[in-house]
């Protein structure tokens, strides 16, 4: 089975970084996501991480290491805009050759002034 | 990027009755579509695995026979909620994965708020 684990809620400030940590435990490894969500919104995709190591996108980083089952996302620069739940996400293919993605219980960023 | 949608955004309906929710790709064809359901501050929880021209793939504690999937065709699933009740009352989320599938990004709809009274 999958289990996933990361913050419940975070708070930074304008102009600052922020790192969200994930840890899971998988029965196989596919992989690592990121997605953002904006309150009463559907999830955004920001990050997909397969192999270990950082990856950068502007001002979102994401980081992975599969020996510690362990990633971050990184946002630099935050602005107000970024308040948002972060969730990391892994998928897993049963034998039946299906496949879903199992997500965290998200954290929820809030930015401050 | 691709594109899912959502329709209708928000419904409201009476205890008992049953509501249908439509998830289309419009730009890509999704041999597999995903409905997930999100409660008030909890994660997204996977409800359904949905495949063209197949049975769905119903996750462990979701009644098959109250929320029906029918995946008629490579753009269009459909989630009905028959009977719905105010423990129905959720955020309801499709997802799409272009062409065969795979461990690739998922798209979203925009998703779609039930309330029943």
């Known amino acids: 089975g999958q289990n996933i684990d990361q913050p419940t809620e975070m708070t930074a400030t304008e102009g600052a970084i922020v790192q969200i940590n994930c840890t899971y435990q998988?029965?196989?490894?596919?992989?690592l996501f990121w997605y953002q969500q904006h309150a009463g919104e559907a999830p955004t995709f920001l990050s997909y991480?397969?192999?270990?190591g950082l990856e950068e996108k502007g001002r979102f980083s994401s980081f992975l290491s599969r020996s510690k089952g362990y990633s971050y996302l990184l946002l630099k620069e935050l602005q107000m805009k970024d308040s948002a739940s972060y969730l990391c996400?892994?998928?897993?293919?049963?034998?039946?050759?299906?496949?879903?993605?199992?997500f965290g219980k998200g954290t929820k960023l809030s930015v401050i002034p | 990027g691709a594109v899912v949608s959502q329709h209708p955004s928000r419904v409201i309906c009476k205890s008992g009755t049953s509501v249908k929710i439509e998830c289309r790709s419009l730009?890509?064809?999704?041999?597999?579509m995903f409905w997930y359901r999100q409660f008030p501050k909890q994660s997204l929880m996977l409800m359904a695995t949905s495949n063209e021209g197949s049975k769905a793939t119903y996750e462990q504690g979701v009644e098959k026979d109250k929320f029906l999937i029918n995946h008629a065709s490579l753009t269009l699933s459909t989630l009905t909620v028959t009977s719905a009740h105010p423990e129905d009352s959720s955020f309801y989320i499709c997802?799409?994965?272009?062409?065969?599938?795979?461990?690739?990004?998922?798209?979203f709809g925009p998703g779609t708020r039930l309330t029943v009274l």
């Open positions: 730009d890509f064809q999704a041999t597999t």
């Open positions: 991480n397969v192999l270990d």
């Open positions: 998988t029965s196989g490894f596919n992989g």
């Open positions: 997802s799409a994965i272009p062409g065969q599938g795979g461990h690739n990004e998922q798209f």
């Open positions: 996400a892994v998928p897993s293919y049963s034998g039946a050759g299906s496949y879903q993605l199992t």
